[in-house]
């Protein structure tokens, strides 16, 4: 086993095997997953190059952003929390939970008491060293409904939290199998004292700390000297550019302006992909471009429009038209096959423009226009998106009337406020994080409004529940209530298309998120 292991990390380190096949094989051979994640990750950075400003150009950035990552809503400040701060534990690319602030997990039988042994030595950028109790402030804020935080919804089955010497603990209502994967939500980045003093100060315990922050416009960052991990953070600086026009972003990365650009327009993938010393990556994963609609709002409030209007939209023609094949077709639900316990013998909701009318008719709306709200940042293709939405809307004589609104302010000022619009999410690694993030009654970020006591009562038990078929049907049940009475319309599940430099080394596909899920500043480096 020893010779074979050998020749798997120097493999790793060439850089002739990719994560997958790396994790694939050692755990074949017995090793945990976990080990077999981190000696990927020390072999791969074996040979990582020091130095140099590494700048990605993003799409997703607001003159509203904030360095309080409780408020993190759209792709600029998440990639921003991801790079000055860390949270207990990470996801990795093959789904394994990676070790962070916290270096042990365990947990009691019927996983209702959660221990996280917190890691020695950790400091903040403000030189003070992490805490059990900086821990423990940070779960406490964002168990308050006045933080706004968008990990309310994960964390408000905690019951009761406790610090005691480097070890924190958690006791649930309910017992959480998964629980160790709600505490990678990326607004859980641990802060001095919770952030309780100062949230949007942007200290933290990350590879890199916060030089340069305006909104809307550019984000810089050094190289944190004391990061307890020599296995990330290569580059001295990193940046970030907030770049939103698609046309512009892809000229920025031609020229050498910046190395990596998140949102390829899938149209010219394959024409960028060809321009020297570029690369277009696609990675398949659990991300969705979206049409919401407020549920308790009218006339979303009926669900027979709802299910008129989600039965006029043609998902396949979106596929092919806005993604360019680079997805999939969705189902009025936030879970595809990339996760755990799914259910594919849930039927596909396909174009019914007859149906689609029956269900209108049924409604008694008034005939008056039904309003879209979206922009093009909403996701790339957006308006074209709407657009097709509303040609094939009409065609099942469904009035739906289109309003464009500017990207600056998308994600405060129309994204959950407004009773129907366009959006997306990234996913979740696994199914009660997406659920408990977006659809549970009581979810800061339950951007349609559905409030359902059976989905509730469903999610909660799937939690406990510790046999894997009966977790599945209780999903599968989820799943149907959503798709039949919540105000999801799910056309697409996209692809991350994502833009490269020749001279950027270190990167690795990862189905979580975009740019590497938020790591690719902190992970890569200058070759």
Request: proline residues 4%; charged residues 20%.
């Amino acid at each position: 086993m020893s010779d074979q292991l050998d020749r798997f990390v120097a493999a790793a380190k060439a850089g002739k095997m990719t994560r997958r096949d790396f994790v694939g094989r050692t755990t074949a051979m017995g090793l945990s997953l976990g080990l077999a994640s981190a000696l990927y990750t020390k072999a791969a950075n074996a040979q990582a190059k020091k130095g140099g400003l590494l700048r990605a150009g993003m799409q997703g950035g607001e003159s509203t952003n904030s360095l309080d990552p409780a408020l993190a809503a759209s792709e600029v400040p998440f990639m921003i929390n991801m790079t000055w701060g860390d949270m207990l534990v990470d996801v990795g690319p093959t789904g394994e939970i990676e070790y962070r602030i916290a270096e042990e997990i365990s947990a009691n039988s019927d996983a209702t008491e959660w221990k996280f042994k917190i890691r020695q030595g950790v400091e903040f950028h403000n030189g003070k060293t992490v805490t059990a109790e900086d821990v423990l402030a940070t779960m406490r804020r964002h168990t308050d409904e006045k933080s706004q935080s968008g990990a309310l919804g994960i964390v408000q089955g905690i019951t009761e939290m406790s610090a005691d010497g480097d070890m924190v603990t958690m006791k649930l209502a309910s017992g959480s199998a998964d629980f160790p994967y709600l505490m990678a939500d990326y607004h859980l980045i641990i802060q001095p004292n919770g952030g309780l003093d100062n949230p949007t100060e942007g200290v933290g315990a990350g590879p890199y700390k916060v030089v340069v922050h305006e909104p809307g416009v550019r984000h810089g960052f050094e190289k944190f000297a004391n990061h307890w991990n020599p296995d990330i953070g290569h580059a001295d600086q990193v940046e970030i550019l907030v770049i939103n026009d698609g046309t512009a972003r892809a000229a920025a990365l031609q020229s050498g302006q910046v190395h990596m650009i998140n949102r390829v327009d899938p149209k010219i993938a394959d024409l960028l992909g060809r321009v020297p010393g570029v690369s277009v990556n696609a990675v398949a994963g659990r991300g969705h471009y979206v049409f919401i609609m407020h549920c308790d709002k009218a006339p979303f409030d009926n669900n027979d429009l709802r299910m008129a209007l989600k039965m006029g939209i043609n998902r396949q023609e979106m596929v092919d038209k806005i993604l360019g094949g680079l997805g999939s077709r969705g189902n009025d639900f936030p879970i595809n096959s990339a996760y755990p316990l799914f259910d594919d013998s849930i039927p596909q909701r396909d174009y019914d423009a007859a149906m689609a009318a029956e269900y209108y008719k049924k409604s008694g709306h008034d005939g008056s226009p039904i309003v879209l709200q979206v922009a093009a940042g909403a996701f790339p293709g957006a308006v074209e998106a709407a657009q097709l939405f509303q040609q094939s809307a009409q065609a099942a004589g469904i009035p739906l009337e289109l309003k464009r609104e500017p990207d600056d302010g998308y994600w405060s000022n129309v994204w959950n406020v407004a009773p129907f619009c366009a959006s997306y999410w990234g996913g979740r690694p696994v199914q009660d994080q997406m659920y408990s993030t977006a659809y549970l009654s009581t979810a800061e970020w339950n951007d349609t409004k559905f409030r359902n006591a059976k989905f509730d009562e469903l999610l909660t038990a799937a939690r406990a529940e510790l046999d894997g078929a009966k977790r599945k049907g209780m999903y599968s049940e989820m799943a149907h209530i959503l798709r039949d009475e919540g105000g999801l319309i799910l056309p697409m599940f996209n692809d991350f298309v994502e833009g490269v430099r020749s001279e950027v080394a270190g990167w690795e596909a990862d189905p979580n998120g975009e740019l590497m899920n938020g790591r690719a500043l902190a992970r890569c480096w200058l070759a």
